[in-house]
Each structure stands twice: as C-alpha cells, then as structure tokens.
Nanobody, 124 residues
Framework: QVQLVESGGGLVQAGGSLRLSCAAS????????MGWFRQAPGKEREFVAA????????LYADSVKGRFTISRDNAKNTVYLQMNRLKPEDTAVYYC?????????????????WGQGTQVTVSS
C-alpha cells in the first residue's frame, strides 16, 4: 500500500500563492507518476496536473496552465504544486494521487492511490 499525505492548504486572497506538498510513504513506486486533482463544492473532481517519475512528461489542465507548477523530489517521495495568481474559482479540496506507471494521465480512474485532501480557499 501507498499512503499519501497532503499539506499546505489554507485561505489566501485572490492573486496570492500557495504551495501544496504530498508525501508518499509505504510501498512507494520508484517509477510511478503522481498527480493533483481538485473538487469544488457541488462539482465533480477534476484533473489539475500530473508529472512522470522522470519529470520529463508534465500535464496541466487548461484552467491552471501558466499559473500552477507541479514538481517532484523522488529522493523525498514528495510531489509539490506551486499555485500562483490564485482565483476564487480555484477554491476546492485538492487531492494528491499516485499510479504505478511512469507516465501521468488526466484520468482519475487510472490512479491507484489517493490522499485525504487539503482545503484551498481563495477569497475575492
């Protein structure tokens, strides 16, 4: 099993920044991709970003391109999501996910492990 623990959420004003972290423990996949998803109140969970194990393949949702950056530190089994120029519509619970394959995907059903989520609230 893989355990994922997110941190770094909070309340921020529009235009501000936050950095989310996701630490993986347990049976970590040495070649697994990791991703971030989010779920706003009353909406379905949606893809945000994903990064391959090697770091050479990155995916972003159109809504966050140019504002969010996903990175990972394999030595620490940690993935990050730097969120800049935040907007009220970014308000959601953000989830970290992992899959035992090297390339990330936008499809949440292809991720095997999920964190408990961290709340991000952006005030206008």
């Amino acid at each position: 099993q893989v355990q994922l623990v997110e941190s770094g959420g909070g309340l921020v004003q529009a235009g501000g920044s936050l950095r989310l972290s996701c630490a993986a423990s347990g049976r970590t996949f040495s070649s697994g991709a990791m991703g971030w998803f989010r779920q706003a109140p009353g909406k379905e969970r949606e893809f945000v970003a994903a990064k391959s194990w090697s770091g050479g393949h990155t995916l972003y949702a159109d809504s966050v391109k140019g504002r969010f950056t996903i990175s990972r530190d394999n030595a620490k089994n940690t993935v990050y999501l730097q969120m800049n120029r935040l907007k009220p519509e970014d308000t959601a619970v953000y989830y970290c996910a992992a899959r035992p394959y090297p390339i990330g995907t936008m499809q949440e059903q292809l991720y095997d492990y999920w964190g408990q989520g961290t709340q991000v609230t952006v005030s206008s």
